[in-house]
């Protein structure tokens, strides 16, 4: 398996507070993904990073911030959580963006957060 | 971002094969067709990929027909432990990697 961790694994929060989700990898690939997963909606792309400080939004990026300054660290904040925020959330990573050679992600164990 | 559609679930018994078709009517001329397996709890799986005619690997067969609007993710003899979410994925090299997950295909193989 890739070498991908997240922590927290489980965090529980009250509404309006910071939040921030680290990534982890030891594979020194160059994309790294938050995504979401809610009942109904499959996976969502939050943000994701094309390199060291290279970020961009996904499709569901309003309310969330991300930072990358390593290759190996991708964090994503949340800067006052709230309840629709939350979900289990899942980094990935990938070694290149062309499908034509090693494009397929790996994904970590994901983080369940829960606004209260 | 080519959207695609599958069955939301399907029922099989072990020693089957399970075939789930995925539709994606606007695929465009650069897309490449994925497919990914979630276990619960767990993130989803790089399965296989493809573009075209047919790929085989270790894990399953993917049958793409030559207009490309539909593919097939074949998973020959099934056993209880491919109980899983099964995704259904379309894009292309210009939209990066912002592939879109839709809500897969529940798969339940019963003893």
């Known amino acids: 398996d890739a070498g991908i961790t997240q922590s927290p694994r489980h965090k529980v929060t009250e509404t309006g507070t910071p939040v921030t989700l680290r990534c982890h990898q030891t594979e020194n690939h160059r994309y790294m993904y938050w995504y979401r997963q809610d009942p109904g909606h499959g996976l969502r792309l939050i943000h994701y990073?094309?390199?060291?400080?290279?970020?961009d939004k996904g499709e569901v990026s309003d309310g969330y911030s991300v930072s990358r300054s390593k290759t190996e660290d991708f964090l994503l904040t949340l800067e006052s959580a709230t309840s629709s925020q939350t979900s289990v959330y899942f980094c990935a990573i990938s070694e290149s963006r062309d499908f034509r050679q090693g494009y397929e992600q790996f994904f970590g164990p994901g983080t369940r957060l829960t606004v209260l | 971002l080519a959207k695609t559609t599958q069955p939301i679930s399907m029922d099989s018994y072990e020693g089957q094969e399970v075939n789930i078709t995925c539709s994606h009517n606007?695929?465009?001329?650069?897309?490449?067709i994925t497919w990914y397996q979630q276990f619960p709890s767990q993130g989803p799986r790089f399965i296989i990929q493809?573009?075209?005619t047919k790929v085989t690997n270790e894990v399953a067969s993917l049958f793409i027909p030559a207009d490309r609007k539909s593919s097939t993710l074949s998973l020959p003899r099934v056993s209880l432990s491919d109980t899983a979410v099964y995704y259904c994925?379309?894009?292309?090299?210009?939209?990066?990697?912002?592939?879109?997950f839709g809500g897969g295909t529940r798969v339940l193989v019963k003893p």
């Open positions: 606007n695929i465009a001329t650069n897309d490449y």
């Open positions: 493809g573009y075209k």
């Open positions: 994925l379309v894009g292309d090299m210009a939209a990066g990697n912002k592939l879109t």
């Open positions: 990073s094309y390199g060291v400080k290279d970020t």
